[in-house]
């Protein structure tokens, strides 16, 4: 009699500690999920940071008295306030790629991806995009090699990424994208859209023309402040 209520309680005993042990399986998957969320979370966290870098240093060229903001003034009395009422959207979609074709002569041109859109004459409180994959935010991107008809051929490495003279992700260029885009929704430069037919490119070089010093003064302040 003895025996058999000893075993009975063994066997309750087992059960009762399998209910309540870990299982390996299930404490384990959590932290794996956890730890996915918040890499994805800390790489939006970061691009946050830099655009928040990039829209305080625009908006301090914007807000000065310079050549630059003058410019702008021209176009919008108001340029300053215009800037300081966007709001921005940044694109994860599909990856973005330098486009490689050859031209008659031998010589390789690129077509680097784009950076920012908006819309033409948008005015207030208006939305930027910004591609994830493209210069606001990368220093290099993936080639990809194009024939004649428009089709791709083969992936040709890595190509730096650049806004005019300034490498990607660098404060200079992405002053200069953010300062672009203010200029399609103030009307202070014309339309411009993603094609090989380099308006885009023209109007970031008058940006420049009008800017790159205030641009240059604004990002060595970033430097020196050891952001």
Known sequence: MFLA????????????????????????APSKKDDRVRSKLSAADKREAVLQ??????LAILQ?????S???????????????SL???IDSGNASYIFLITDWRGEPLYKHPWAARTNQLAGRNSTVRLNSYG????SNSPVLVMNFGGASTRFDGNHMLTIASFRGSTIEA???????????????IPEDDDSWDGRAAQNTEEVLRNCKKE???HAQNVSHRGN
């Open 87 to 89: 709001h921005y959207e």
């Open 53 to 58: 870098r990039a829209r305080e240093q625009t």
């Open 5 to 28: 209520r000893e075993l009975q309680a063994m066997i309750v005993g087992t059960i009762v500690g399998m209910m309540f042990a870990p299982c390996p399986a299930h404490s384990q």
């Open 174 to 188: 992405q002053i200069t994208i953010l300062l672009h885009e203010l200029g399609h929704i103030t009307g202070r």
């Open 70 to 84: 003058a410019w702008f003034r021209e176009t919008d009395a108001d340029a300053a306030e215009v800037f300081e």
């Open 135 to 138: 210069p606001f935010f990368k």
């Open 64 to 68: 000065s008295d310079n050549a630059c």
């Open 215 to 217: 641009i240059r003064e």
